[in-house]
């Protein structure tokens, strides 16, 4: 059995493998959010709900064509748990031909808000403050509606996401909003 990362640690690996700041920012974002989750619903996993978000997205830079399944080999290289390495890579259901369903309640998480923060991110950036402080499901609801915006990220996976929950659609993004206003800070995840 291999080492569960803290939030330090899986941020410190993601920097080995990503030097893209939109990538890295995306990597905290749904680390923070995966905690904000964790600290509602399944209080002792918050670092292991962060820790996973945080490398959700290990690979994409490092191995191009690879994403979900170069994870395995770039974590192993760190001696991490495979259960850990699953739940990383189990986002990618669905989306790169990854055949291992989310099966635990994070992973559904992960699934869902992968995109769902792209999409809630892209409406915030349209504000005139151009935060989520300010954001309402209303606004982003209406932006989900619209198919023309932000037309990378899949209207699809986020509703299967919130099936897969077991939450509704409305919920799920108004959970997240939530979560995306109340990030924390790696460090602060730690201390718990």
Known sequence: MGKIPSCTEAKDIL??????????????TVSGVLGWF???????MEEYYAAVGMLHDVD????????????????????????????????????VQFDVAPKTYMEKVLYAVDE?????GAAALMRPSKSVSDITYKSVIK??????FAVG???????????????????LI??????????????????G
């Open 38 to 44: 964790a600290r509602k619903y399944d209080p002792d």
């Open 60 to 95: 994409l830079e490092a191995c191009p064509g690879e994403h979900c399944t170069g994870c395995y080999e770039l974590l192993r290289n760190h001696d991490i748990d495979e259960a850990f390495i699953d739940a990383v890579a189990s986002h990618g259901y669905d989306v």
């Open 174 to 191: 108004e959970d997240t909003i939530v979560a995306m206003q109340n990030l924390l800070p790696v460090d602060q995840l730690e201390e």
């Open 116 to 120: 769902l923060t792209g999409l809630i």
């Open 15 to 28: 920097l080995q493998y990503n030097a893209d700041v939109f990538h890295l920012k995306h990597a905290e």
């Open 143 to 148: 932006k989900f509606k619209s198919p023309s």
């Open 153 to 171: 990220v899949s209207r699809e996976i986020i509703q299967t996401g919130a099936d897969m929950m077991e939450v509704s659609l409305q919920q």
